[in-house]
């Protein structure tokens, strides 16, 4: 008789558990360092962090300035900047005056849109009084929050007001610094690596090179989706007829910059806006209008913008999103996807050539369904990646080692 076959399963040592449990603890110390200090100067990073990722979006334009027309670095930044303000300002007093008068609608046509839910589930077939009872209830809660809202809205300019020196402290300091990183981004990351032991700055740097080209990526594909997202939105809701297309078409370009969640909130708010003015068949046409904008986006514009270079699980990023607001609130719902895919690149967890304990890796995912995705040759190969910026490096050189640090 063969004797051949698995052998007892191992048992998980009290020591190796009490060392990851270790280890978790001090990640955990960690983490909560960072939110103390995030507390205390996030009037410096929040505006840092934005800078960062304007820089990414704005940086080809700096080095076509530069490179192209011969404009000094320092010209070339402030060019980049000032075109970056116009284009802002001048969106902002095409809609901004729309969208401050319409925003209150938009309130009351949800809230209305809330309140004849019952109904609509009631015409559905739904007749149990548990549901009915349970769907008001929750309807009511709906209701309350969003009349909050609007309350909020029609009185906001004098809560607006006390804050607007930090706003706009907030928005100097981060035009500031993108001008710093638009001129010497390389000399701000070589800075930074000195802070890091001569003999690993190297490591760093490329892992500095593969979280720039991330974010780089990230944020250029993500300001096109949310354009087109926008754009669709508010087209298709123009041609069923339901009012309010562009403001809600602005609404779904802010929020689609957080992911997956802020499809869902434009999606149910042109629902809702289309329920109370169209009835039930404008809310299946604004539900299909959004169904077709997002599976456009999902099926064709990520793929082909951002590829599998920086593609994270969904799951992933829906824990990032939601332990972000928890923690920063709409900040941090706006700059976990960044700060995920940056940390994951840097780290080398995007690659899928690393080698892994247990099954081989075609047996958990077929490469031609490989969640991790393939790193780009760019990053592969160790290579500056070009125009997608130059913050993390310079002509393709890596950082020295510098004893004298």
Known sequence: MSTDGPGPAQRISLERLSVSALQLIIIGVAGYGALLVWGKLQFILLPFFVAVLLAALLTPVAAFLHAKLRFPRFLSA??????????VAGLLTLVAPDIVTQAEDISKQVEKGIK????????LGLKDEDIQKYSRDITDKLQDSLGAIGGQLGSGVISAAQGVVNVAAS???????LIY???????????FLRFAPADRRVGWHDGGKRAWTAITMYVRSQV???????????????????????PLGVFTFIVAF????????????????????????????????????????????QPILIGRSVRLHPMTVL????????????????????VIAGVAAAAGWLEDDEELDGPE????????QDPLGSPSDAVRAGDDPGDTGEFPTSGGAKAPPDDDA
Not at 78 to 87: N, P
Not at 186 to 191: D, E, L, N
Not at 319 to 338: E, I
């Open 171 to 177: 928005i100097f300091l981060a035009i500031i610094m």
């Open 78 to 87: 402030i060019t980049t900047v000032v075109f970056l303000i116009v284009v």
């Open 181 to 191: 990183l638009l001129i010497d981004g390389t000399g701000f990351w070589r800075g």
């Open 116 to 123: 004849e839910l019952p109904n609509v589930l009631h015409d």
């Open 361 to 368: 890796p075609e047996e958990i995912a077929p490469p031609e």
């Open 224 to 246: 096109i989706v949310a354009i087109i997202d926008g754009v669709g939105v508010a087209v298709g809701l123009t041609i069923i007829g339901v009012p309010l297309a562009v």
């Open 258 to 301: 957080i992911p997956y969640v802020g499809a869902i909130v434009a999606g149910l708010a042109a629902m809702l806006v289309a329920l109370s003015t169209k009835g039930l068949e404008g809310m299946i046409g604004a539900f299909v209008v959004a169904l077709v904008v997002q599976q456009i986006e999902g099926n064709i514009l």
């Open 319 to 338: 824990l990032g999103v939601g332990a972000g607001s928890a923690l920063l609130g709409l900040a941090g719902a706006f700059l976990a996807t960044p």
